[in-house]
Structure formats: structure tokens, C-alpha cells
């Protein structure tokens, strides 16, 4: 959904062990484990869209 306002968008998980610095950065809660980053930008180049499977719905009734 970000595309559609030109940007991209990349998930990544941080490296092991390096929760500690990525909670001091951000002002967050010793306790608190960081799952993923998201990282949001302007893309280098254009690049297609993936091709997604048809999706099947089924309604139970």
C-alpha cells in the first residue's frame, strides 16, 4: 500500500543481540524485544510488482 504513494518498503529483523541497542535508541523499555524493522524509502529504480496467487474464498454457511 506504501507504493501507492511512491515509496518502498523492505522488513528486516535486526541482527541477534542487538535488541539492547535498538530499545536505547528508541527510547523504549529494557524489557521490550524488537520483532522486525520496517524500513520506508524513496526506491534507486523501479521494480514490478510480484505476481500473488489467486485467492480462494470460501464461505461457510
Not at 529483523?13 to 523499555?29: D, E, Q, Y
Request: glycine share 8%.
Amino acid at each position: 500500500m506504501i507504493e501507492t504513494f511512491g515509496l518502498a518498503a523492505l522488513w528486516g529483523s535486526p541482527a541477534k543481540g542487538a535488541n539492547t541497542a535498538i530499545t536505547s535508541l528508541c527510547s523504549m523499555n529494557a524489557s521490550d524485544h524488537v520483532m522486525g524493522i520496517i524500513y520506508v524509502g524513496w526506491p534507486s529504480q523501479s521494480v514490478a510488482a510480484p505476481l500473488r496467487p489467486e485467492i480462494t474464498i470460501t464461505h461457510l454457511t
